[in-house]
């Protein structure tokens, strides 16, 4: 079955086209800036390995849809001869909120329920209603099927999901813990496991994952259910993140919009969009700053290539390295005990640094990380073993594959309707 597996951003939409049956991925791309001038699709077609690079005016999420099918169906850069080539369609979704613990397939009336999820996450629900909207006019007879990031997460007992706020603001306004990245955690964990079954663990497995990038997520996974995760009622919580500030003292939320005037949209604004390694450094993105790291205190400025203060950079990372570690200590309390732990998403994969500084402390858990291994580390596509051989956890750094999730969830739920 051939899935177009469909990410919508509020002004961008990324896009696969994968077999399901074999996992093969035929076409990659994204189209960018949509509504805005400048708009431009950049089309991969991995098969004959040709890319296509174009400004193209798109007025809205379906003009870019026309487009992708367009390129998908291209004698030159396509993969496909028609778009009834097209089974099915899955759809990312950031947030379920309460109504959905998983993967379903769309219809007016689950659209109805999605659009109730705007309170929960306001722009990614709005970009995803417009995704989900441009395929059905762009395709009305193509089945299309929602993946929610929140739904791994609904394993979740009592005691790792309620706030304790009065319980009358859990029963009217859902107010919980709903963690994200859950899509990602599940493809990790389930690498893992298979990983722990060959090594002949396929009980009572204890697995952290670490899915760390501008936006960053752990999870504590026992027997392929999680218990616990960082992200809560929102995606803001947890760790220090790109422009996140991650968990912190309640009251500084009141204290800064007292001393700075701020409305609760500011502040909103301010804790999702100024902070983290931006509000920290003045950069977002964690390359540059362990770039700072590495030059080190006394390098000369550069001005074809600023980058950060030294100091502040190291502070920014120290405070990452601090929290990450604090996560994995406490989740394997939770769990009783610790199988392995994951390192994925674009700094979990790629940044060895960070990975050692974190499992070094916590050679208490009897974790060793092989250095060379963790070194080569780097830009790599496939699963690779970080600790030693002696190590009492398994380390590893598995790539995230949140795509080949959907594409499964969506050719699973379409082929049952093909049996009734």
């Known amino acids: 079955m051939k899935v177009l597996v469909v990410n919508a951003g509020s002004s961008s939409l990324k896009y696969q086209l994968i077999d399901s049956d074999t996992e093969v991925v035929f076409a990659r791309g994204i189209c960018e800036r949509i509504g805005q001038e400048g708009s431009e699709i950049d089309h991969r077609q991995l098969i004959k390995g040709v890319r ?16 992708v099918v367009d390129m998908l169906t291209d004698p030159a850069f396509g993969c496909i001869g028609s778009m009834a080539e097209i089974d099915a369609v899955g759809h990312r979704v950031v947030h379920g909120g309460p109504f959905f613990v998983e993967s379903v397939l769309v219809s007016p009336e689950v659209i109805k329920e999605l659009e109730g999820c705007r309170d929960f996450a306001p722009l990614h629900t709005e970009a995803h209603l417009m995704g989900i909207k441009a395929c059905l006019e762009v395709m009305p007879q193509v089945p299309e099927v929602l993946v929610f990031d929140t739904a791994f997460h609904r394993t979740m007992p009592e005691e790792a999901y309620f706030y304790p706020v009065s319980y009358d603001m859990y029963e009217k306004y859902k107010i919980r813990r709903y963690g994200a990245h859950g899509t990602s955690h599940r493809y990790v964990s389930g690498v893992m496991q298979d990983i722990l079954a060959k090594a002949g663990k396929t009980k009572d497995t204890k697995i952290v994952t670490c899915h760390l990038g501008n936006g960053s997520s752990i999870s504590a996974i026992r027997d392929g259910k999680v218990i616990d ?32 005037g701020f409305t609760p949209d500011r502040m909103n604004e301010y804790m999702n969009k100024e902070c983290g390694f931006l509000g920290i450094t003045g950069y977002n993105d964690a390359r540059d700053i362990e770039r700072a790291i590495l030059a080190g205190p006394n390098a000369p400025p550069d001005p074809d290539n600023p980058r950060p203060d ?15 570690k604090k996560y994995i200590g406490a989740y394997a309390a939770a769990m009783n005990g610790l199988d392995a732990i994951v390192f994925t998403a674009g700094i979990g994969e790629n940044n060895p640094r960070l990975r050692e500084e974190v499992c070094s402390g916590l050679s208490f858990l009897g974790i060793e990380i092989d250095k060379e291994a963790n070194d080569r580390a780097v830009r790599q596509p496939n699963v690779l073993k970080l600790s030693t051989d002696t190590s009492k956890v398994f380390v590893y750094m598995i790539p995230t594959n949140e795509e080949i999730v959907i594409a499964r969830d969506t050719a699973k739920i379409v082929s049952e309707l093909g049996k009734k």
């Open 52 to 67: 296509y690079q174009k400004e193209m005016p798109m007025s809205n999420h379906a003009d870019a849809m026309r487009i």
């Open 310 to 324: 030294y100091y502040r950079a190291r502070l920014c990372f120290s405070i990452l390295h601090y929290q990450i």
């Open 229 to 260: 995760t960082s992200m809560g009622f929102t995606p803001l919580d947890g760790i220090e993140m790109g422009t996140r500030c991650g968990s912190i003292d309640p009251a500084i939320v009141t204290y800064i919009m007292d001393k700075k």
